[in-house]
């Protein structure tokens, strides 16, 4: 994510710049935590998100005061070494972090190559213990000091490096647990073969078990973080880096950089090719995959004037298409951005977990202090079986260092982060955008789910079912012209049901009549005056009122009692009626019918499984949302809301409601409801996904609206991802709950149980395996 330009010079005195900084040396929670306080500490940043598991830092930032590239260079001196994100010419941001990420790979495993090197020569020098025959010089002394020390100068040596600059800078973090008690052991292990009198025991073996322990650890670790990451990774490659531009011949084509490519000008592509830009097909038809979209694998066809998104894939024919849209500003490149935005936004459980990682080094050193001096100065008098085998100064040394190794802060730090990149990775790929881990605890504790109609529930594209006249008006008028007089008046209005009433006369070849003057008042109708000459049914011009009743009464029309009990029956079929008076006359009525979605009612079905009340609010009139209340089972409702007051209905319910609110809408006339509401879902679709405010937003194709299933499969995901957060949780602080006494001893004097370093090295590489892992189990599982 670069710096995103500020609007305008208005703008930039108060909104804040956003960077992305691509953060190395992070190993644990307190690596995050000691990240996001140095940079809020830098003059002008207002906020700072750090994510463990992408190594990433959102930062909010005044321009004025600082600089990308000054807040990295702050954080590089501190042991951190960070660059602002961007990516060299043809490539993609997320394709530079993953040359990073394969970089550490190698890296990882080097270290581990070497690790395994000592930890066999350490198991020959041992071998005739196992019954082996003897080997002179491996079994030397001197030779296992030396594999200690080629250990600690070789894949040690980050590690001990890292961990003394977290010290010196007050940030100590898990490699400075780790390599206090490596040096611990290695110093004492000196001791013992310098000073031979003191009748300590030589452990060189520990520094070599431990850090190999560690390194595999970590190899381990870092392959099954890139795998979590690896769905963004995948969705960022989708767009193929060349095009085949041609003129408007068609005839000719050359292969340049997509980079290079400008709107207006054509590409050609192939079948089994994906499409490089977003734009319109101008020549051919074919079926497009357009599952990275909606996570439908069933192909969409398209035609000319049909709108094409940059990644999806064309498979029966050959396409051109006039470029709208490149790089930044297509579908995919603000799917991913948004998606990598999400996976810096923490949820608020996570606070326990940064909290207590904040001071979880400083408390374990303290633990492993208090260790060593309890045994040393009372545990071996108290129980002085404990050290039938050794003195108390070395047993109280390992127990010290098993507390430092064992200790780790590195579960707390990837238990919420690498849940969260799983499940936004997840959705983007089956079109559901999460934005953050704050979505996903909110997702979870709702309780009611609020709908709006049009457009949500419904199609959104109402269509005319009757055209009644008034005979009373005049005698001679036909349905037809009714609609035509009607259609006239709305033909400059882009209401919905005007909308409807215009393409009806157009279905059916009616002329537009001439109309002098109009107006429009939202929520009532529409007045024009229109010559009816044409018709041969009145003479000159004439005013022509199109609305509701309020609209009529409004200019002293009575509806008569008849059609009102017409009315009253339409819309008990769920239509929607519509007034129209001609020269201060009741003219007639035309009645329309938005249609539900075809899967509005099994969608729905699905919520109530889950345990949501379902509430219907719309600006339509009472009887209409009755019907269609009890066409989908909806057992509360409220109509003739407007736009304006459908987020104080919100806040009423929020008042009353225990538990959370979602809203879900089409993003168009309910903004202000979807922003009152703790989640809003937005069926928006993929148009303007860089700007929309809505929690979540369900992702449909160019010409395809999103599937209402889609509700569910969000909280229904949402809902997998924060068990799997409270379950990492819960394993990483009943981990640290549970080893960190048993190495300091606590099973000692009972039942003779203790952990020797090495083991405490492996629990704790385990331990940040087994929360990267867990996570990585949410793709094979399901909502309860």
């Known amino acids: 994510m670069q710096v995103l330009p500020r609007p305008s010079a208005k703008q930039a005195d108060t909104e804040p710049a956003i960077a992305t900084l691509d953060v190395g040396g992070m190993k644990c929670a307190g690596c995050v935590q000691a990240v996001e306080r140095q940079l809020c500490q830098q003059d002008g940043v207002k906020s700072a998100r750090v994510n463990l598991v992408t190594a990433v830092a959102a930062i909010e930032y005044d321009a004025a005061a600082t600089n990308p590239g000054t807040l990295a260079a702050a954080l590089s001196q501190r042991g951190f070494p960070s660059q602002p994100r961007q990516a060299a010419a043809g490539t993609s941001p997320l394709a530079a972090a993953a040359e990073r990420q394969a970089a550490e790979a190698r890296r990882y495993r080097w270290q581990l190559a070497i690790a395994a090197l000592l930890l066999l020569c350490s198991g ?3 071998w005739q213990h196992w019954g082996g025959p003897s080997l002179p010089l491996v079994s030397s002394i001197w030779f296992h000091w030396g594999l200690a020390t080629l250990a600690l100068a070789l894949p040690g040596r980050e590690i001990l490096l890292d961990g003394a600059r977290g010290l010196w800078y007050r940030a100590p973090n898990m490699n400075t647990l780790v390599g206090l008690g490596t040096v611990s052991a290695y110093l004492a292990s000196c001791a013992a073969l310098v000073w031979p009198a003191l009748g300590w025991e030589c452990f060189f073996d520990e520094p ?22 690896s ?33 207006g000008e054509w590409v050609r592509v192939l079948p089994g090719e994906k499409m490089p830009v977003d734009g319109e097909i101008v020549s051919g038809a074919s079926a497009v995959d357009e599952s990275l979209l909606t996570g439908e694998a069933t192909p969409v066809t398209k035609q000319v004037g049909d709108r094409v998104v940059a990644g999806t894939l064309n498979q029966t024919g050959a396409l051109a298409i006039a470029v709208t849209q490149t790089g930044a500003e297509t579908t995919l490149a603000q799917i991913v951005q948004l998606v990598e935005t999400a996976q810096t936004r923490k949820a608020p459980v996570q606070q326990l977990a940064d909290t207590i990682a904040g001071y979880f080094a400083y408390g374990v050193m303290a633990i492993a202090t208090l260790v060593f001096l309890f045994w040393y100065g009372f545990g071996t008098s108290i129980w002085p079986a404990v050290v039938a085998d050794t003195v108390p100064l070395l047993l109280s040394l390992k127990l010290a260092i098993a507390v430092l190794v064992v200790a780790c802060p590195c579960a707390l730090g990837l238990a919420t982060p690498t849940a969260i990149l799983v499940g936004t990775s997840l959705g983007a790929e089956q079109g559901l955008l999460i934005k953050g881990g704050d979505v996903l605890e909110r997702a979870h504790q709702l309780r009611t789910i609020v709908f709006d109609k049009t457009g949500t529930l419904t199609l959104g594209r109402p269509t005319l079912t009757d055209s009644l006249p008034a005979p009373a008006a005049n005698p001679s008028w036909s349905a037809t012209q009714l609609l035509q007089i009607a259609a006239s008046v709305e033909r400059e209005s882009n209401h919905p049901l005007a909308t409807a009433i215009a393409t009806a006369a157009q279905q059916q070849e009616l002329d537009s009549l001439p109309v002098v003057a109009s107006q429009t008042a939202a929520g009532l109708g529409a007045r024009a005056d229109v010559d009816l000459a044409p018709l041969a049914i009145a003479t000159g011009i004439v005013p022509v009122l199109v609305g509701n009743a309020a609209w009529l009464q409004r200019h002293d029309i009575a509806v008569p009692t008849s059609m009102q009990q017409t009315a009253a029956a339409l819309a008990a079929a769920g239509k929607t009626v519509v007034y129209v008076a001609i020269a201060g006359q009741f003219a007639g009525s035309l009645a329309l019918r938005d249609p539900l979605r075809p899967e ?16 219907l609010l719309t600006g339509d009139r009472h009887a209409v949302a009755a019907a269609i209340a009890r066409e989908l ?13 459908k987020a104080a209905k919100i806040r009423a319910l929020q008042a009353e409601q225990i538990g959370a609110i979602a809203m879900v809408g089409d993003g168009i006339n309910d903004a202000p409801a979807l922003a009152q509401a703790d989640v809003s879902i937005s069926l928006q679709g993929s148009t303007d996904i860089a700007t929309e405010t809505a929690s979540i937003v369900l992702m449909g194709s160019p010409d395809q609206p999103p599937s209402l299933h889609s509700v569910a499969d969000a909280l229904a995901l949402s809902r997998a991802t924060f068990t799997t957060i409270r379950q990492n949780l819960l394993w990483a602080l009943g ?17 003779g149980l203790s952990l020797t370093p090495a083991t405490a090295a492996a629990l704790m590489a385990f331990s940040s395996v087994a929360v990267v892992l867990n996570s990585l189990l949410l793709r094979h599982r399901r909502s309860p």
């Open 124 to 126: 020959l020098g041992h």
């Open 208 to 229: 070599v078990m431990l850090l190999g322990f560690i390194v595999l650890g970590r190899s381990l670790e870092a392959r099954a973080r890139h795998r979590a990451a």
């Open 231 to 263: 769905a963004l990774e995948t969705l960022s490659t989708l767009q193929p880096p060349t095009a085949c531009l041609i003129g408007r011949d068609e005839q000719t084509g050359i292969e340049v950089p997509v980079a290079s490519l400008r709107p």
């Open 600 to 615: 509005a009612a099994a969608a729905l079905a699905r919520l109530r499984t889950l345990g949501l009340e379902l509430v």
């Open 633 to 645: 089972d909806i057992s509360r409702f409220d109509a003739e809301i407007p736009p304006e007051a």
């Open 735 to 751: 981990y640290n709950a549970i080893a960190i006494p048993v190495a300091g001893g606590v099973l000692l004097p009972r039942w």
